[in-house]
């Protein structure tokens, strides 16, 4: 059984500063994915990456996968209150319809 | 566009009760996939269904089962709840090669 251990749970800091959220396998995945979701809604994709020590950025989010492919992390720079939610990451083998979820990271970002 | 639709978003049962639970893909998806989210947890992979057929199954009992129409909605099953099976229940479509999933806004389940 393939898992995925996300850390932190749980995170909450202040509007500007920084942070890092990590996702670990002991299995390698031919992708790997991260999703917001907010409270009442399902997950929405943010990123795919697929090829060990993948860096990709969106706006003030870098995304890593390692060199690998066990394991990935969200860095998010100058965390805004827009940034709150769920972050979860998945790992896909075959195709991207089967996807292994880890648990999430649960971030608050006050004002 | 519309996104995946799911019905109903809410909705409460007694143990040992059945329900069935509907989602309508993205238009032009034909593949649909059902995932089971525990309050605190990540979603967890229970049916795929591609063209009618089902492509995969994730670790859930029988009680659970699902099938997917001529018009690529689906529909998922779940018969003798028990009280563990309250959740939220993701319908996600993707289309042909497959690629992002687009998940629709879930399910709620409650089960007293």
């Known amino acids: 059984t393939q898992l995925l251990e996300q850390s932190p749970q749980f995170l909450s800091i202040q509007e500007g500063e920084n942070l890092t959220v990590y996702c670990n396998s002991s299995s390698v995945f031919s992708s790997l994915q991260w999703y917001r979701q907010e409270p009442g809604e399902g997950p929405v994709l943010l990123v795919t990456?697929?090829?060990?020590?993948e860096v990709k950025k969106l706006k003030r989010l870098t995304f890593q996968f390692g060199d690998a492919r066990k394991d990935s992390s969200l860095h998010i720079t100058a965390a805004q209150p827009g940034d709150t939610g769920l972050y979860l990451c998945a790992g896909a083998n075959s195709g991207y319809s089967t996807l292994t979820f880890g648990k999430g990271t649960m971030l608050l970002v006050s004002p | 566009d519309a996104g995946v639709t799911q019905s109903p978003t809410h909705l409460i049962k007694t143990r040992g009760q059945h329900v069935t639970l509907r989602c309508s893909p993205i238009s032009g998806h034909k593949s649909v996939s059902w995932y089971q989210q525990v309050l605190g947890q990540g979603p967890q992979f229970i049916f795929q269904?591609?063209?009618?057929?089902?492509?995969g199954r994730g670790n859930f009992p029988d009680r659970f089962s699902a099938r997917q129409f001529p018009n690529y909605s689906s529909e998922l099953n779940v018969n003798a709840l028990l009280l563990g099976d309250s959740a939220l229940y993701l319908c996600?479509?993707?289309?042909?090669?497959?690629?992002?999933?687009?998940f629709g806004e879930g399910s709620r389940l409650t089960v007293l």
């Open positions: 990456v697929v090829t060990g020590g």
């Open positions: 269904y591609y063209e009618k057929e089902e492509r």
């Open positions: 996600a479509s993707t289309g042909v090669p497959p690629g992002e999933l687009f």
